[in-house]
C-alpha cells in the first residue's frame, strides 16, 4: 500500500505542474483598436478593415486552481518538503486543496481572418482551430496520499475528463439598431475533429492492515471525424479500437460537424450618463453532431481482498498463483467498459456569457476603468468556470492602447495585460490574461497553474472610423 500510495502522490504531482488552459484575450475586451474583439461580443467592430493569415491572433496558456506551492513548502533556508513529508502536517496541505482540483489546456488559433465595412455595417470573416482539455481531480485522492491507513474509507467520485477539438468557419455582422445601440451576431459552421469524456461516478475505497474493498463505476463517450470499429470480447467488453482511418475521411466533413452563433450588444450610455458604456454577450451556442461516438459504461466492480489466510506449505505456490490471478481478474473490472454502441450524437459547446461596462474618465476621455464578468455554462463539469475583472484602459494616442486587469474566479486570483499597437496599415498585439508572477527556478508557477499569452500581427485596411 505504501508503494501504491507513493505512485499516487507522484501521478498527483505530475499531473497537477504539468497539465495546461487559455481563451481568447480577455484582457483586450474594452480595447476599440482590437481587431478580434468580436469573438468576445460580436457586437464589438473593429476601428477599421484588416486581413490575416496565420498569425492574426493566437491564444495559448493553462489554467489551474492549484500550484506548486500546494505540494512543496519551505522548510529551513533552502530546503524544501513534498506534501508527502512528515514535517508537512495534514491540515496544513488538505487546508489548502479545493474540494474538486481543476487543471486544463486550451488553445485558439485563428487561420485566416478579414474585417470590412458594408451595407452600414460590419462583416467579419473567419477560419480557426479550438483545442481544449480539462481534468478535475476529487480531494479524495490528496487525502490517499496523504493519510493512508490513517482513514478507513476514501472516495473519488467525481473524476472527470474531457476534451473538446473542432474547426470553426465563422460569419459575422454587427449594426447601429438605434443612437448607440449596437447588436451583432456570429454565425459559426464547425467540423469535430474529436471528443472525449470520462466520468467518474463511484469510486469508493475501504481499506485496513487486513481487508480493503473498492467499488466502482464509470462512464464514457468519445468521437473522431472519422469511422472507429470497436473490438469487443465476447461479454460484450471493449478490449480495443481500431481507427478505420482513410484519405476520404480528410475530406469528408459531413461525418462531424455541426453550427453555432454568438449573440451580443453593446450600448453607449452617453445620452443618460455620460462616458457609460455597457455590453453584453452569450458565445458559442450550438453543437457538433458526431456521426461516430463511442459510448459505453463500467459495470458496478466491487473488489475485495481478505488476504491470503491459511496456505498449504506443500501448495504455497499454486495457492497464492491462484489468488493473485483472482485478485487481478476483480481489479480487471474496474477498467472495462461494456460497449454501448456507435451512436450518433450531439454533443454541446462550452457556451459562455459576459456582461461588461466601462466609464471613460471626465477629465481624460482616453483613460476609463471597466468591469467584465464571465461564466461558462459547460455540459461537462470540469469545463465550468466564472470569473469577475477590473480594468484600467489607456489610448494616450491613436495608435497606441494599454490595458491591465485584475481578477478572480474558478481558478484563484489573475492578473492580465495587453499592449496594441495600430498605426496606418498594420495591428500588433501581446498581452497575458494570466500573468505568472512567481516562478521556481525550474520556471514552473509557485501559486496557481494559470498561465497565458495572446499576440496577432494582421494588415489594417482603410482609415479609422
Known sequence: MKKIRNIVAAFLVIVCTQTSVAQT????????????????????????????????????????????????????????????????????????MPDYTRLGFKLDETLMAAGFRLFGGYFSLGLSLHSSATVSLPKGFFEFAKKGFQENSYSFSGLNVNTMNYAA???GYSHNLFQGFRFGVNAKYLVGIGHADLFVDKLNVEMNEQHWMIESHARMQAALFCETEVMVDENGVVNGVDLALELDDLMNIRTSNGFAVDLGFVYDMDEFVPGLTLSASVIDLGYINWKYMMTGQSTDAKVEFDGFG??????????????????????????EFNYGGIKEMKTALNATM????????????????????????????????????G?????????????????YGTYGTTLGWVLNFHPAGINLFVGSDYMITRVTPQYIPIDNMNAHVTLGLNLALGKRK
Open 310 to 335: 491459511e496456505v498449504d506449505y506443500n501448495d504455497v505456490e499454486n495457492v497464492v498463483t491462484a489468488e493473485m490471478e483472482q485478485l487481478i481478474d476483480d481489479a480487471s473490472k474496474m477498467v
Open 391 to 407: 480594468y484600467v484602459n489607456l489610448s494616450p494616442v491613436k495608435w497606441f492602447e494599454l490595458s491591465v486587469n485584475y481578477g
Open 25 to 96: 484575450a480577455l484582457s483586450s475586451y474594452f480595447m476599440d483598436g482590437m481587431l478580434y474583439n468580436s469573438k468576445l461580443n460580436p457586437a464589438m467592430k473593429a476601428e477599421r478593415g484588416y486581413l490575416s493569415l496565420l498569425l492574426g491572433n493566437t491564444s495559448l496558456g493553462t489554467k489551474g486552481n492549484v500550484g506548486i506551492s500546494n505540494f512543496l513548502y519551505p522548510r529551513g533556508e533552502n530546503e524544501l518538503a513534498t506534501f508527502m513529508s512528515g514535517s508537512v502536517g495534514t491540515d496544513e496541505f488538505l487546508g489548502g
Open 354 to 389: 459576459y456582461l461588461g461596462a466601462e466609464y471613460n474618465m471626465p477629465f481624460y476621455r482616453p483613460l476609463s476603468v471597466g468591469v467584465l464578468y464571465g461564466q461558462c455554462f459547460s455540459p461537462f463539469d470540469c469545463s465550468k468556470w466564472y470569473e469577475a475583472r
Open 169 to 171: 468557419a465563422t460569419v
